[in-house]
């Protein structure tokens, strides 16, 4: 995988950064007087106008708790969070003190030196109160450089009272969800799910399903294009083809929301992160109308990815101890619980399981078996490089421009590319 600059002379640019240039030019703290002080800038990539303001506001907290440091709280949408991350980390300037990390980018932001490791830190309690699987994404080469926030997978989010009127119930296997589209647009005349098709990520559950993935890491070996692959392929564009799904090219998530929310849809694969988004829609006015099922099982197994999200501290932060502290607080017990019940995100840590907030919200009591028997990505430095290649050949199957076999042959070709003496 190509970088900016060599390990070696990154970590010397950090080292440096850590004493010189800092993040984003905000004066350090410490607490050689028992207190913490100074400025946390926190990137957070989580969505606009439902997540940010628990998030902004739980960040508030700290701030109560710790009144001499300030918390620079900066809203970056999550499409732009990586690579922003990447360049302001390169260039030694701009980057936070700690950034909301998606799961496939924290061992790429590792490898390329730009966290703060956090093993015996402040940031990093009660570890084995975490869940395996959440835990499994923060760490690389033996070091723990993120603590795990949220963990999520994926499901079908459906019309209850659209599924009512078709007398339908939801489909365990891709075979059902063209059977209850089908009387769902003949009793209703509506349109059975809302397949987004500018985002892969929406891809591999279906690739799950038919036995397949993107890579084995453990042999270092690309399977995307094997056979599994290419019938994965084939069973997103059958159900575009048969009208069974509508779908797009640009503007998915906009576009996906606004069907399902309005009822020109009846169905939707999403993940609990949708869950606040999704309850604004006119359709959902009594939340009660919102069911959610598990992703439909392709020929081989019912699969849904691993996904999540992490919080990970800058290597050249001027302020570690009260970003440490930072990460503590945002990923503790009550401040999860809090996710749990306003915003129904999955905890990371066992013991949220057991709050009220967790308890009463039928979301994250559905969603924490899913995420159970989820499937984890593999954790490499180049995981979150392999969706570009994967999104441009998805779109194109989607909307006729290339078949299954040339689209996973062509995905196969990008990742042997990235994956330098991978099979």
């Given at each position: 995988?190509?970088?900016?600059?060599?390990a070696t002379a990154l970590v010397a640019?950090?080292?440096?950064?850590?004493?010189?240039?800092?993040?984003?030019?905000?004066?350090?703290?410490?607490?050689?007087?028992?207190?913490?002080?100074?400025?946390?800038?926190?990137?957070?990539?989580?969505?606009?106008?439902?997540?940010?303001?628990?998030?902004?506001?739980?960040?508030?907290?700290?701030?109560?708790?710790?009144?001499?440091?300030?918390?620079?709280?900066?809203?970056?949408?999550?499409?732009?969070?990586?690579?922003?991350?990447?360049?302001?980390?390169?260039?030694?300037?701009?980057a936070p003190d700690v950034i909301r990390?998606?799961?496939?980018?924290?061992?790429?932001?590792?490898?390329?030196?730009?966290?703060?490791?956090?093993?015996?830190?402040?940031?990093?309690?009660?570890?084995?109160?975490?869940?395996?699987?959440?835990?499994?994404?923060?760490?690389?080469?033996?070091?723990?450089?993120?603590?795990?926030?949220?963990?999520?997978?994926?499901?079908?989010?459906?019309?209850?009272?659209?599924?009512?009127?078709?007398?339908?119930?939801?489909?365990?296997?891709?075979?059902?969800?063209?059977?209850?589209?089908?009387?769902?647009?003949?009793?209703?005349?509506?349109?059975?799910?809302?397949?987004?098709?500018?985002?892969?990520?929406?891809?591999?559950?279906?690739?799950?399903?038919?036995?397949?993935?993107?890579?084995?890491?453990?042999?270092?070996?690309?399977?995307?294009?094997?056979?599994?692959?290419?019938?994965?392929?084939?069973?997103?564009?059958?159900?575009?083809?048969?009208?069974?799904?509508?779908?797009?090219?640009?503007?998915?998530?906009?576009?996906?929301?606004?069907?399902?929310?309005?009822?020109?849809?009846?169905?939707?694969?999403?993940?609990?992160?949708?869950?606040?988004?999704?309850?604004?829609?006119?359709?959902?006015?009594?939340?009660?109308?919102?069911?959610?099922?598990?992703?439909?099982?392709?020929?081989?197994?019912?699969?849904?990815?691993?996904?999540?999200?992490?919080?990970?501290?800058?290597?050249?932060?001027?302020?570690?101890?009260?970003?440490?502290?930072?990460?503590?607080?945002?990923?503790?017990?009550?401040?999860?619980?809090?996710?749990?019940?306003?915003?129904?995100?999955?905890?990371?840590?066992?013991?949220?399981?057991?709050?009220?907030?967790?308890?009463?919200?039928?979301?994250?009591?559905?969603?924490?078996?899913?995420?159970?028997?989820?499937?984890?990505?593999?954790?490499?430095?180049?995981?979150?490089?392999?969706?570009?290649?994967?999104?441009?050949?998805?779109?194109?199957?989607?909307?006729?421009?290339?078949?299954?076999?040339?689209?996973?042959?062509?995905?196969?070709?990008?990742?042997?590319?990235?994956?330098?003496?991978?099979?």
């Open positions: 995988m190509r970088r900016g600059i060599t640019t950090l080292a440096l950064a850590a004493t010189a240039c800092g993040s984003d030019d905000e004066t350090g703290g410490s607490k050689s007087s028992g207190e913490l002080s100074g400025t946390v800038t926190w990137w957070d990539t989580s969505n606009v106008g439902s997540e940010d303001k628990v998030f902004k506001k739980i960040a508030e907290g700290f701030e109560k708790k710790h009144p001499k440091v300030d918390v620079k709280y900066v809203s970056v949408p999550f499409g732009e969070a990586q690579n922003k991350f990447k360049n302001a980390a390169q260039a030694g300037s701009g990390s998606e799961v496939a980018w924290t061992p790429e932001f590792a490898d390329l030196g730009y966290l703060a490791p956090l093993d015996g830190t402040a940031a990093l309690k009660d570890q084995d109160d975490f869940l395996k699987q959440a835990a499994a994404s923060t760490k690389y080469k033996g070091k723990t450089y993120a603590v795990p926030q949220v963990i999520d997978s994926m499901g079908i989010f459906y019309n209850k009272k659209m599924f009512a009127d078709a007398g339908v119930e939801p489909p365990a296997k891709i075979a059902d969800l063209k059977t209850v589209a089908k009387k769902i647009k003949d009793k209703t005349g509506k349109t059975g799910l809302y397949l987004r098709g500018d985002d892969s990520y929406y891809f591999l559950s279906f690739l799950y399903g038919e036995g397949g993935d993107l890579v084995d890491a453990g042999s270092k070996t690309v399977t995307v294009d094997n056979a599994e692959g290419v019938k994965a392929f084939g069973v997103v564009k059958d159900l575009v083809d048969s009208g069974a799904a509508k779908t797009d090219a640009t503007d998915g998530w906009e576009n996906m929301m606004s069907a399902f929310k309005n009822g020109d849809v009846a169905m939707m694969i999403n993940g609990p992160w949708a869950v606040a988004d999704t309850l604004t829609g006119e359709e959902f006015t009594d939340k009660a109308n919102l069911g959610i099922s598990t992703v439909p099982a392709g020929s081989a197994a019912q699969g849904a990815p691993q996904g999540g999200h992490n919080l990970a501290v800058y290597a050249g932060s001027k302020n570690l101890d009260a970003s440490y502290a930072f990460v503590d607080y945002m990923t503790s017990v009550e401040s999860q619980a809090q996710t749990a019940g306003e915003l129904n995100l999955l905890p990371t840590r066992t013991s949220a399981y057991s709050k009220k907030e967790a308890v009463d919200s039928e979301i994250v009591q559905f969603f924490k078996p899913v995420v159970e028997s989820s499937v984890e990505r593999p954790w490499i430095p180049e995981t979150g490089s392999l969706f570009a290649p994967l999104n441009v050949e998805y779109t194109k199957v989607l909307t006729g421009q290339t078949t299954p076999e040339k689209a996973a042959k062509a995905t196969g070709d990008s990742y042997r590319k990235l994956l330098k003496g991978w099979k």
